[in-house]
Protein backbone atom coordinates (compact mmCIF):
# COMPACT_ATOMS: atom_id res chain seq x y z
CA UNK A 1 0.00 0.00 0.00
CA UNK A 2 1.49 3.39 -0.74
CA UNK A 3 2.20 5.84 1.82
CA UNK A 4 -0.03 8.83 2.13
CA UNK A 5 -0.46 11.84 4.25
CA UNK A 6 -2.11 11.95 7.27
CA UNK A 7 -3.71 15.02 7.55
CA UNK A 8 -7.02 16.28 6.86
CA UNK A 9 -6.29 17.73 3.28
CA UNK A 10 -5.13 13.90 2.45
CA UNK A 11 -8.32 13.33 3.62
CA UNK A 12 -10.83 14.85 1.75
CA UNK A 13 -8.53 13.61 -1.05
CA UNK A 14 -9.19 10.52 -0.30
CA UNK A 15 -12.90 11.36 -0.08
CA UNK A 16 -13.20 12.43 -3.66
CA UNK A 17 -11.03 9.85 -5.10
CA UNK A 18 -13.68 7.38 -3.46
CA UNK A 19 -16.43 9.24 -4.91
CA UNK A 20 -15.29 9.47 -8.11
CA UNK A 21 -14.43 5.43 -7.89
CA UNK A 22 -17.66 4.37 -6.82
CA UNK A 23 -19.21 6.43 -9.19
CA UNK A 24 -17.32 4.87 -11.87
CA UNK A 25 -17.52 1.44 -11.02
CA UNK A 26 -21.53 0.84 -11.91
CA UNK A 27 -20.65 2.28 -15.77
CA UNK A 28 -17.75 0.01 -15.97
CA UNK A 29 -19.85 -2.96 -14.20
CA UNK A 30 -22.84 -1.94 -17.23
CA UNK A 31 -20.27 -2.06 -19.59
CA UNK A 32 -18.83 -5.45 -18.72
CA UNK A 33 -22.35 -7.05 -18.62
CA UNK A 34 -22.78 -5.83 -22.03
CA UNK A 35 -19.90 -6.91 -23.63
CA UNK A 36 -20.79 -10.38 -22.27
CA UNK A 37 -23.65 -10.38 -24.26
CA UNK A 38 -22.59 -8.55 -26.97
CA UNK A 39 -19.62 -11.99 -27.05
CA UNK A 40 -22.10 -14.45 -26.53
CA UNK A 41 -24.18 -13.02 -29.37
CA UNK A 42 -21.05 -12.99 -31.93
CA UNK A 43 -20.23 -16.37 -30.49
CA UNK A 44 -23.42 -17.98 -31.76
CA UNK A 45 -23.48 -15.87 -34.73
CA UNK A 46 -20.31 -17.38 -35.78
CA UNK A 47 -21.09 -20.65 -34.88
CA UNK A 48 -24.00 -20.34 -37.18
CA UNK A 49 -21.87 -19.42 -40.25
CA UNK A 50 -19.88 -22.08 -39.67
CA UNK A 51 -22.62 -24.25 -40.05
CA UNK A 52 -23.60 -22.83 -43.18
CA UNK A 53 -20.59 -22.88 -44.37
CA UNK A 54 -20.56 -26.85 -43.89
CA UNK A 55 -23.09 -27.24 -44.91
CA UNK A 56 -22.55 -25.95 -48.26
CA UNK A 57 -19.12 -27.17 -48.62
CA UNK A 58 -20.71 -31.24 -48.16
CA UNK A 59 -23.52 -29.77 -50.67
CA UNK A 60 -21.01 -28.85 -53.28
CA UNK A 61 -19.21 -32.10 -52.39
CA UNK A 62 -21.50 -34.05 -54.47
CA UNK A 63 -20.59 -31.85 -57.45
CA UNK A 64 -17.08 -32.99 -57.43
CA UNK A 65 -17.66 -35.03 -60.60
CA UNK A 66 -18.93 -32.01 -62.51
CA UNK A 67 -15.98 -29.77 -61.26
CA UNK A 68 -13.40 -32.24 -62.73
CA UNK A 69 -14.81 -32.40 -66.34
CA UNK A 70 -12.52 -30.09 -68.86
CA UNK A 71 -13.97 -26.90 -70.02
CA UNK A 72 -12.88 -24.23 -72.20
CA UNK A 73 -12.55 -21.95 -69.47
CA UNK A 74 -11.44 -21.85 -65.74
CA UNK A 75 -14.74 -21.65 -63.70
CA UNK A 76 -12.76 -19.91 -60.65
CA UNK A 77 -12.36 -16.86 -62.90
CA UNK A 78 -15.96 -16.41 -62.60
CA UNK A 79 -15.64 -16.41 -58.46
CA UNK A 80 -12.79 -14.76 -57.91
CA UNK A 81 -13.47 -11.65 -55.21
CA UNK A 82 -13.44 -7.86 -56.02
CA UNK A 83 -13.87 -6.27 -53.02
CA UNK A 84 -15.51 -7.13 -49.27
CA UNK A 85 -17.02 -4.13 -47.97
CA UNK A 86 -17.41 -3.88 -44.44
CA UNK A 87 -18.59 -0.94 -41.78
CA UNK A 88 -17.74 -0.17 -38.22
CA UNK A 89 -20.38 -0.55 -35.59
CA UNK A 90 -20.19 0.87 -31.79
CA UNK A 91 -20.48 -1.60 -29.21
CA UNK A 92 -20.24 -0.78 -25.59
CA UNK A 93 -17.81 1.86 -26.50
CA UNK A 94 -15.77 -0.19 -29.00
CA UNK A 95 -15.94 0.33 -32.58
CA UNK A 96 -16.54 -3.48 -34.31
CA UNK A 97 -16.64 -4.47 -37.85
CA UNK A 98 -20.00 -5.30 -39.41
CA UNK A 99 -20.20 -7.53 -42.96
CA UNK A 100 -22.38 -5.30 -45.37
CA UNK A 101 -21.43 -6.98 -49.32
CA UNK A 102 -19.10 -8.94 -51.83
CA UNK A 103 -18.71 -8.20 -55.28
CA UNK A 104 -17.00 -10.60 -57.20
CA UNK A 105 -15.15 -10.11 -61.03
CA UNK A 106 -17.33 -9.33 -63.76
CA UNK A 107 -16.60 -12.22 -66.62
CA UNK A 108 -18.63 -13.28 -69.55
CA UNK A 109 -19.01 -16.53 -71.06
CA UNK A 110 -21.45 -18.18 -73.58
CA UNK A 111 -24.31 -20.13 -72.74
CA UNK A 112 -24.23 -22.53 -75.94
CA UNK A 113 -20.66 -23.93 -75.29
CA UNK A 114 -21.24 -24.01 -71.17
CA UNK A 115 -22.85 -26.72 -69.56
CA UNK A 116 -26.64 -26.09 -68.06
CA UNK A 117 -24.81 -26.86 -64.33
CA UNK A 118 -22.19 -23.61 -64.98
CA UNK A 119 -24.86 -21.11 -63.73
CA UNK A 120 -25.85 -22.73 -61.09
CA UNK A 121 -22.44 -23.92 -59.58
CA UNK A 122 -21.18 -20.51 -59.74
CA UNK A 123 -23.97 -19.13 -58.30
CA UNK A 124 -23.31 -21.77 -54.98
CA UNK A 125 -19.74 -21.31 -55.04
CA UNK A 126 -20.28 -17.81 -54.80
CA UNK A 127 -22.25 -18.10 -52.32
CA UNK A 128 -20.26 -20.45 -50.19
CA UNK A 129 -16.93 -17.95 -50.85
CA UNK A 130 -19.92 -15.09 -49.43
CA UNK A 131 -20.23 -16.95 -45.80
CA UNK A 132 -16.38 -17.21 -45.73
CA UNK A 133 -16.18 -14.28 -45.97
CA UNK A 134 -18.47 -13.39 -43.61
CA UNK A 135 -16.48 -15.60 -41.72
CA UNK A 136 -13.79 -13.33 -41.88
CA UNK A 137 -15.42 -10.51 -40.18
CA UNK A 138 -17.41 -12.06 -37.37
CA UNK A 139 -13.79 -13.42 -36.22
CA UNK A 140 -12.64 -10.39 -36.20
CA UNK A 141 -15.85 -8.88 -34.21
CA UNK A 142 -15.54 -12.03 -31.59
CA UNK A 143 -11.77 -10.86 -31.41
CA UNK A 144 -12.33 -7.24 -30.57
CA UNK A 145 -15.25 -7.95 -28.50
CA UNK A 146 -13.30 -10.28 -26.60
CA UNK A 147 -10.57 -8.74 -25.84
CA UNK A 148 -12.30 -5.69 -24.71
CA UNK A 149 -14.00 -7.72 -22.18
CA UNK A 150 -11.02 -8.58 -20.97
CA UNK A 151 -9.44 -5.43 -20.38
CA UNK A 152 -13.45 -4.28 -19.33
CA UNK A 153 -13.00 -6.72 -16.61
CA UNK A 154 -9.64 -6.45 -15.51
CA UNK A 155 -10.95 -2.54 -14.67
CA UNK A 156 -13.65 -3.82 -12.57
CA UNK A 157 -11.63 -5.84 -10.56
CA UNK A 158 -9.33 -3.39 -10.32
CA UNK A 159 -11.71 -1.18 -9.06
CA UNK A 160 -13.77 -3.72 -6.64
CA UNK A 161 -10.83 -5.22 -5.40
CA UNK A 162 -7.79 -2.42 -4.67
CA UNK A 163 -8.66 0.76 -5.43
CA UNK A 164 -11.64 1.02 -3.42
CA UNK A 165 -10.56 -0.75 -0.38
CA UNK A 166 -7.63 1.13 -0.30
CA UNK A 167 -9.35 4.22 -0.70
CA UNK A 168 -11.53 3.16 2.23
CA UNK A 169 -8.55 2.03 4.56
CA UNK A 170 -6.69 5.29 3.53
CA UNK A 171 -9.62 7.10 5.35
CA UNK A 172 -10.10 4.45 8.01
CA UNK A 173 -6.40 5.29 8.65
CA UNK A 174 -6.52 9.42 8.49
CA UNK A 175 -9.80 9.16 10.75
CA UNK A 176 -7.74 7.46 13.18
CA UNK A 177 -4.78 9.37 13.29
CA UNK A 178 -6.70 12.04 13.09
CA UNK A 179 -8.70 11.10 16.09
CA UNK A 180 -5.72 10.14 17.98
CA UNK A 181 -4.12 13.45 17.42
CA UNK A 182 -6.99 15.17 18.67
CA UNK A 183 -7.50 12.76 21.88
CA UNK A 184 -3.58 14.00 22.47
CA UNK A 185 -4.45 17.71 22.17
CA UNK A 186 -7.41 17.66 24.59
CA UNK A 187 -4.82 15.37 27.04
CA UNK A 188 -1.84 17.70 26.76
CA UNK A 189 -4.60 21.02 26.98
CA UNK A 190 -6.52 19.50 30.04
CA UNK A 191 -2.70 18.89 32.01
CA UNK A 192 -1.58 22.32 30.64
CA UNK A 193 -4.73 23.85 32.09
CA UNK A 194 -3.97 21.99 35.54
CA UNK A 195 -0.13 23.09 35.68
CA UNK A 196 -1.61 26.47 35.67
CA UNK A 197 -4.07 25.59 38.26
CA UNK A 198 -1.32 24.23 40.61
CA UNK A 199 1.10 26.93 39.72
CA UNK A 200 -1.27 29.96 40.72
CA UNK A 201 -2.44 27.59 43.74
CA UNK A 202 1.30 27.38 45.05
CA UNK A 203 1.71 31.05 44.11
CA UNK A 204 -1.14 32.41 46.65
CA UNK A 205 -0.02 29.51 49.33
CA UNK A 206 3.41 31.09 49.33
CA UNK A 207 2.17 35.05 49.22
CA UNK A 208 -0.21 34.28 52.15
CA UNK A 209 2.53 32.62 54.12
Not at 66 to 86: C, N
Amino acid sequence: MAQIKLNKTELKNQKNLLEQLTKYLPTLQLKKQQLQMEVETARNHLHRLEDDLESRRRSLAEWSILFSQRLTIDMFDYIEVDKVTTEQENVAGVDVPVFTGISFKERHYSFFIMPVWLDRAVKELRELITVREKIKVARRRLEILTEELRLTTIKVNLFEKRLIPECRENIRRIKIFLGDQEIAAICNAKIAKDKIKRKGAEEQAEAVA
